[in-house]
């Protein structure tokens, strides 16, 4: 299942940044903004997943420390991806793969659920996974994103383990929940500024200067 296929009863569960490992032969490349699609390459391949515009011109291939485990959840049809270029990131010239980076938004299938399910682990590789998930559902209640940097950070250590593909999704995923509270607080604060009473009062004595 390609990313060109996303259908059915996916659950989306956040994004992974990442810069795309350059083609030598590409020609064109996305702006911000734009779509970008996943390609597995064969089993073995030492470039497991191609990345390509939406036009199927190929742009290049996600890092291997990251298509390596997605890869494998990706041919045990446990998620699906699809991607866009970030906004903001154009470089000044416009074209420089070596600097092109993507988001990718990571659905689990109804098969990958059971990443978000807690189990009786069997080995230290499980075991890990339940620690990983237990803080991974513990910083969906925070309301801070630099929290959510922090346990990030604290559990980094943990990659350097053998972990399961299910696990390193899992702390992969941590940085785009704190861009989510982010954009919350954001948010919250344009409405902060909206809603004061002594802006309002500002505005409005502006408003009389002028119509006087």
């Known amino acids: 299942m390609t990313s060109r296929e996303l259908h059915g009863r996916l659950q989306l569960v956040g994004e992974i940044e990442t810069p795309v490992v350059p083609d030598s032969e590409a020609i064109a490349f996305p702006q911000?903004?734009?779509?970008?699609?996943?390609?597995?390459?064969?089993?073995?391949?030492?470039?497991?997943?191609?990345?390509?515009?939406?036009?199927?011109?190929?742009?290049?291939?996600?890092?291997?420390?990251?298509?390596?485990?997605?890869?494998?959840?990706?041919?045990?049809?446990?998620?699906?991806?699809?991607?866009?270029?970030?906004?903001?990131?154009?470089?000044?010239?416009?074209?420089?793969?070596?600097?092109?980076?993507?988001?990718?938004?990571?659905?689990?299938?109804?098969?990958?659920?059971?990443?978000l399910r807690p189990r009786r682990p069997r080995n230290k590789a499980e075991a890990l996974h339940e620690v990983v998930l237990a803080a991974y559902g513990q910083v969906q209640q925070y309301t801070q994103a630099e929290l959510v940097l922090e346990m990030a950070a604290g559990l980094r250590?943990?990659?350097c383990q053998a972990l399961l593909s299910e696990t390193r999704?899992?702390?992969?995923?941590?940085?785009?929940?704190?861009?989510?509270?982010?954009?919350?607080?954001?948010?919250?604060?344009?409405?902060?500024?909206?809603?004061?009473?002594?802006?309002?009062?500002?505005?409005?004595?502006n408003l009389a200067q002028v119509t006087l």
Request: net charge positive; proline share 9%; glycine share 8%.
């Open 157 to 159: 250590p943990l990659e």
């Open 169 to 205: 999704l899992l702390l992969a995923l941590l940085p785009s929940i704190a861009r989510e509270i982010e954009k919350v607080e954001a948010l919250q604060e344009q409405i902060a500024r909206r809603d004061d009473p002594g802006r309002r009062s500002f505005l409005r004595s």
């Open 32 to 115: 911000d903004g734009e779509q970008v699609f996943f390609e597995p390459e064969p089993a073995g391949s030492p470039r497991p997943i191609r990345v390509e515009s939406g036009h199927g011109e190929r742009l290049g291939y996600l890092p291997r420390s990251l298509a390596k485990w997605l890869g494998e959840l990706l041919r045990a049809d446990k998620v699906r991806l699809s991607g866009y270029r970030p906004i903001g990131s154009q470089p000044a010239d416009g074209k420089a793969a070596s600097r092109l980076r993507v988001r990718l938004s990571v659905f689990l299938t109804p098969a990958g659920l059971a990443v």
